[in-house]
């Protein structure tokens, strides 16, 4: 039996999650055997998820199999009562459950790695979902050897050896194990691609469901070149402003791009910014209708951190916090920051047009038009200029003491104060 033991050297603290399944206590018993050599210390992790009836008497026969060969047990109980009531997915809420634990034991235990009893059954089992269910284009086909969790690595040294191998293993070795039941049962869709559908296909002589290996390989090579491609994008096309959660992307240059480095891209920057809810592929298509639309400005997606959004020519992600600044009175010369801008009043400022106020804009404001007669709203040349909305409330306007506008932003300044004034957009470096 083939058992990749890669994953961890003699010096590490190993971990095995058991279920008492002939998976998980074939790979123990050859642990304790043959692998006994590869490791400094192993510990068992079992999950009673009291739901089965037997799942009692199955926790006590593997507390007295690991009292029998000292090797140290921790069994964790699971409530899934209100799961089920609910009606929620039970496989996806006890593997969430699980690993919050693993976390807190590999961390208590100061373990190095967690063993998994995943078998390459699984491993096709796992990329025929995937591939079935629209789980493809995003992520690997199926399963890594070698994970890593906070601090310690997931190994998976079974996952290329086959059920047969392992029955066999049971059989020559007489390992004791307990069948879940409900392994049976195929209203359960992976239990019915594992008892029906593939079954069925390996029934044609001309079909192999071990096929599906190397289309993972071949696609997780895809998968790195696409990835490539989001990097570099990322790293020369997009507009970080520094110092803050602040993303400008080309509209055009983006949607130049292949769907699947897209997706990608979006995918790496959600990731930096920790927006750990995922995002559907189905609302990532929604999004490039509306980049590839008419559109000026569109807010598309936003929570209390992030706000993603599309402003004319640009594709932007930032933090999406409500931002408003105090009026600042300004007494006398000197430099001030306001907003991510950088505002210097010179020594020869004209003392009687004190003190100046630096504030944001306010409905109704206007500004002398320079070398012509009459006046502009300040929302006028906002929108001449293209500033987006996020912006509009960040720009400093400047009021003298006749309360008269003479500078917004870097966008107008009063030709009187040309020299006197000179203000910078700190975060267009």
Known sequence: MDVNTKGWTKDKHIVLAVSTGVDSMVLLHELITSLKHSYSKLTCLHVNHNIRPIAKQEEAFLKQYCEEHEIELYV??????????????????????RYQWFDLMMEELNADVL??????????????????????????????????REQYHVCKPLLTTTKSDIREYQITHDVPY?????????????????????????????????????????????????DKEAIEFINHAIDKHPDTCHYQISRLQFLNLRYSV???????????????????????????????????QCTLYTTDKWIIHIAYDKFIIMANYDVRYSPTKITHPGTYNYSHYHIDIKDDFPTEDFPL??????????????????????????????????????????VNVKNEIIAVGTLYLQNKYNQLIFIRDMGEE
């Open 76 to 97: 964790k109980h699971l409530d899934l009562s209100a799961v089920i009531e609910k009606g929620n997915s039970i496989e996806n809420e006890a593997r969430i459950a």
């Open 178 to 226: 307990y069948e879940d039941e409900t392994n049976a049962q195929n209203h359960y869709v992976r239990n019915d691609i594992r008892n029906r559908i593939l079954p069925s296909i390996n029934k044609n002589k001309h079909l192999d469901t071990a096929q599906l290996i190397k289309l993972k390989d071949w696609h997780d090579e895809q998968l790195e070149v696409i």
């Open 357 to 398: 106020v630096i504030r944001t804009r306010r409905d109704g404001d206007k500004f002398k038009l320079n070398g012509v007669k009459g006046h502009k709203k300040i929302s006028r040349l906002l929108i001449d200029y293209k500033i987006v909305h996020s912006e509009r409330d960040q720009l400093p306007v400047i």
């Open 262 to 296: 897209k997706m990608a891209v979006l995918d790496k920057i959600c990731e930096k910014l920790q927006i750990t809810r995922p995002i559907t592929e189905k609302t990532y298509n929604e999004w490039f209708q509306k980049l590839e639309g008419n559109l000026t």
């Open 115 to 148: 063993l998994t009893a995943h078998h390459q059954d699984d491993q096709i089992e796992t990329i025929f979902y995937r591939l079935m269910t629209g789980r493809s284009s995003r992520s690997s086909l199926g399963m890594s050897y070698q994970m890593t």
